[in-house]
């Protein structure tokens, strides 16, 4: 049986760890070679070597600070040289940083734009370059928290609702301009990743464990989702089967954003 991305280039940016490294996990298991790279090069190269070692596609482990413009290109140019295109772009690497629209400062909120919504610009920017004569698709990561607010993260929701849009405005350059390249978008409900459980462990421990019953009662699966789940629906939207989509929306979050 033919693996759904066989032979296959992906990239996927803050594939150190969480929601990236599953993503890359799994296209490897179905044939791709993947460019993983994260501002942590330790933990990218790990995710590499595991990739590695096991049966499937292969893995290339890089530094990429997604914030620096230059870099974006010279990393196309590699990709180029080694594989001789590229076929799929995820668009993963994100911060989040708590505080309402009162508490948060502007360096943060700034900080917050550059990392999550100018470097997707970029990456999608570059992909379509790389892509526009053979095809592809981009994947931009976004969040429910694009769709719905959050009182606490009043710039993730900020950055990631223009991940959203934006992904839609790059959609329908790509097929004005008969680029055969699907840019659709994903949003992860309350995902078990460390960005997650890290952001939730700043806050007061009361508060900290308030806030997660609070989130179990609202999740109608009454449970915070895997990695995997993600990667999956990347997969999907990777492969040939999503072939009819793009601008689309790819919720996965448990019916959270049901109510």
């Not at 698709?137 to 009182?151: L, R, V």
């Not at 939207?237 to 689309?248: F, H």
Request: proline letters at 2%.
């Amino acid at each position: 049986m033919s693996r759904r991305l066989e032979n296959k280039v992906a990239l996927i940016t803050g594939a150190g760890s969480g929601l990236g490294a599953a993503t890359a996990t799994r296209f490897a298991e179905e044939g791709a070679h993947v460019f993983v790279t994260d501002i942590n090069l330790d933990s990218v190269a790990n995710v590499a070597a595991t990739i590695n070692t096991a049966a499937g596609g292969g893995a290339t482990a890089r530094r990429q600070d997604v914030t620096d413009e230059a870099d974006w290109d010279v990393l196309m140019e590699e990709i180029i040289a080694a594989r001789g295109r590229l076929d799929i772009l995820v668009n993963n690497a994100g911060i989040v940083i708590t505080g309402t629209v009162e508490s948060i400062s502007l360096s943060e909120w700034r900080k917050t734009q550059t990392v999550n919504l100018e470097a997707v610009f970029m990456g999608t920017r570059a992909g379509v370059a790389a892509m526009k004569v053979s095809g592809g698709s981009i994947i931009n990561i976004s969040s429910i928290e694009g769709i719905i607010g959050e009182a606490l993260t009043a710039a993730y929701n900020a950055s990631k609702g223009g991940v959203r849009i934006f992904t839609k405005s790059a959609a329908l350059h790509c097929a004005h301009e008969g680029y055969d390249i699907r840019v659709n978008s994903v949003h992860p409900g309350y995902i078990l990743t460390p960005m997650v459980t890290d952001s939730i462990g700043t806050l007061a421990p009361e508060v900290a464990a308030e806030m997660h019953a609070n989130l179990i009662r609202e999740i109608p699966l009454k449970t915070m989702g895997e990695p995997l789940d993600i990667a999956n629906g990347c997969l999907f939207l990777a492969s040939a089967e999503s072939k009819y989509m793009t601008g689309s929306e790819l919720v996965i979050d448990g019916g959270y954003t049901c109510r």
